[in-house]
């Protein structure tokens, strides 16, 4: 393809392909090994949560990942050197917990380093390929591309966690290095095969800017920060993402203690929320699309309304505190799912279309910012949740006021965020317009019902 096409439906799923390998290697080291310091190695909770908030602190690195980048105007080779990095990140956590078994002290230090890695492997990749997809992708795809490659990523999570369950049975240190090996060389291949060809040479330079010399990072920096877009845009993300993490730690325990819940039960409600994630991402692909005439609303309306009925969704669960253990939980909570998915879908695209806005050559820098604020939300959010709830607890004395009043702190960052996207010009809702020639397009492949 040469450096000015469009990204067609088969470019969008190889993109999927690397992103859902990205996560393969990120579920096992996150949610597996977690598991395995925990209960085979009998460890505190408190190391692999330490370990995971590693991985993503060294995400604030995004920012000169993709900046650089942006020096040279490709994405595959950071792409495919993140994930290098990931996939040896992957394989050293898995030796390090091996470790452990033996020498608890040499393996926790092994294991700072591998979860440095992943963190190290995450921002150079991830960072990349939203860059690639943002500046290949036509702009009425860029909803229902960036739920393709989500999905993808959401499968890469499932099919990778179902399999090496299977192959880590009986349990040894060896099996787990041997599975965790297995999933990053099978990962590393497919991203290299998926990656071939798709991006083609760097887009050609005006002679007037090559001899431009080019701003260092911090300038660089400086500038993306000073677009008053971007910088609302910076705010956006982190509030919005903050306030969609700050319930994973307290939603299980809510259910529990207010409703009775079984462990297993409990965990069907998650079930439950990410199916609604799951449904609100579909549909959110149809945002900018044009179904029997009508306009399906904009990124921009989405990513507000997303927000919005997240806000209602958890004063629901503010309800639920209170009228426990009457209120349809199952239900809330699937609403929930559903209004996140929604407005993640919509914001992911809404990045994807600011990334090229403002001074040309500083999508990499941009998205890298974006990034890094989100890695910052999700750090802090789960912390958040389950110290606010414990505080509120002691403050209030019974569980039911004091997961109420996080709540509805959520559901005020919610308001918050969609108030800080109404206020960002550069998604301001656009009619679509006619799709640019793509190569590599699947014929008859329709998503949100229309080419």
Known sequence: MTAVSTLGWSGILRLGLVQAMLGAVVVLTTSTLNRVMVVELALPALLPGLLVALHYAVQMTRPRMGYGSDRGQRRTPWILGGMAVLATGGLGAALAVAWMASDRWAGMALAVVAFALVGLGVSAAGTSLLVLLAKRVAEQRRAAAATTVWVMMIVGFAVTAGLAGRFLDPYTPQRLVAVSAAVSVIAMGVAMLALRGLEGGPAPVPA?????????????????????DARRFTVFVFVSMLAYSTQDLILEPFAGALFGFTPGESTQLAGVQHGGTLAGMLLAALAGRRVAGAALGSLRAWTIGGCLASALALLGLVLAGLWAPHWPLRANVFLLGLSNGAFSIAAIGSMMALAGAGRGGREGTRMGLWGAAQAIGFALGGLFGAAASDLARWLLGAPAPAYASVFLLEALMFVAAAVLAARIAGVASKAPKAEPPVSGELPGLSIGGTR
């Open 208 to 228: 007037a800017a090559a001899d431009t010399p080019r701003p260092d990072f911090r300038a660089a920096l400086r500038e993306v920060w000073g677009d008053a």
